[in-house]
DNA sequence: CGACAGATTGATCCGTCTCAAGCGTGGTGG
DNA sequence: CCACCACGCTTGAGACGGATCAATCTGTCG
């Protein structure tokens, strides 16, 4: 499904940029707006107390998020230099009574977002370290909004930020990616800049339950 | 919010009735029903291979699910004898169009569930095995439709379902239940019974960031 | 060119998983 | 009614993956 531009025209309407880092909406605030990605990159996450973070998604262009009725559960920061469009809550609802499409896309949206998750979980609970990184790296691969050429992929987030999208500390991913290296898999081409080879390129279309949630390693393409 | 008798009630609906284990649907699966929790328990689950099996949610009395517009993501499984009531995914996003009140309840449901996800997963990445298990217990005294009398906690669901919804092996879950229990903070009662301690009881109102997102387990109230 | 946050590397420790063996309980059939 | 079986839960010993602490390196930006 494409978003059409016109989504949501009968509601007025406006645009944000927020700076890499900036705060967008933290836990607890009201639910007044709500978004979508023009152009950037938007991570929603749960902040901890002593720096512990998680990460619940990265999102981009065409991606709505922050259309929750009751407060915010979770905050969302701008990755990188972002640009939002927004709508009150309220007004949308609104439309939605005469345009009842505008509500159920917005029902599709959070279904998927909810499977989207879900299988986060289940990755972070059974996978890995370096299965891990697979699997979001193959994820990468078939995402819109995200400059890639013939191979080449540079993240707009930090390895930090990856990390803690993984459950990861950042020393186990910088050592599970020295592995996914010398196996092949990939090739680190500056700070966020990545070369996927071939064979890495193939898993986008491949399972994930071949790539497998699996106790133990086993599932490893390379071994 | 409580959930009318009538919700959905231009819809055609009707009951169906599940036994323990049996599945309502698999992930892959066409959505053409969705559903709401008349008595009994619900999981959602994604089944890895090898029997890693990740539960996302446990429903009950009132909770809906299955509204996805799209192919299951997830799938869903009586934990126990459940009575369920169905409509066509159809003709409710039809009535929709007379009265958006019902769509908006919808994504109400669906944004409430993906806060809860995301804070469950920041939870299984990020707490200690005991730390996971008082956050999921006091949860559980603050739900409805779960048969509890004056402290003490009957679960409806296997350890082994507890523990793949808290991403531990089901040893750990035995000995962290053990810790928990020479601490004083919960009592077993039977195979399924919990006995919770006043103490416990009070963590149902205080805030999980000071049950805490730590990396180490230096949140325990009892430590 | 210098500086600093981010990233890597190294050494060590700890929590949880794994395998394996006991234990209890509830259910079934003789 | 009791013996038996099966399954879920518990307990024990051992191994391992990832976290932690600390030092160094890198590249990105002022």
Redesign the interface.
């Known amino acids: 499904m494409t978003l059409e531009e016109d989504m949501f025209g009968g509601a007025p309407n406006w645009v944000v940029r927020h700076s890499a880092g900036q705060v967008v909406f933290d836990e607890g605030d009201p639910a007044t707006m709500m978004y979508r990605v023009e152009s950037g990159c938007i991570r929603?996450q749960?902040?901890?107390?002593?720096g512990?973070r998680?990460i619940?998604s990265f999102l981009f262009k065409g991606d709505l998020f922050g259309?929750?009725?009751?407060d915010r559960?979770?905050s969302a920061e701008a990755v990188t230099e972002t640009v939002l469009r927004c709508w009150k809550i309220s007004s949308v609802?609104t439309l939605?009574?005469r345009t009842?499409e505008v509500?159920?896309s917005?029902?599709?949206a959070?279904?998927?977002?909810?499977?989207?998750?879900?299988?986060?979980?289940?990755n972070?609970?059974?996978l890995s370290a370096t299965d891990r990184i697979r699997w979001f790296l193959s994820g990468l691969v078939s995402c819109h909004g995200l400059p890639k050429s013939n191979g080449r992929l540079d993240l707009p987030m930090s390895k930090r930020d990856v990390a803690d999208y993984l459950?990861l500390s950042a020393e186990t991913l910088s050592r599970a990616l020295n592995d996914l290296e010398t196996d092949g898999f990939v090739q680190r081409d500056g700070k966020r800049g990545f070369r996927l080879q071939g064979q890495s390129l193939e898993l986008k279309v491949r399972s994930e339950?071949e790539l497998?949630?699996?106790?133990d390693g086993s599932?490893s393409p390379s071994k």
Not at 67 to 70: N, Q
């Open positions: 929603l749960v902040n901890g107390t002593e512990a998680q619940i259309y929750g009725v009751e559960k979770i609802l939605g009574t009842p509500l159920i917005l029902i599709k959070a279904d998927h977002r909810v499977g989207e998750i879900a299988h986060h979980l289940a972070v609970a059974h459950g339950a497998g949630l699996r106790r599932a």
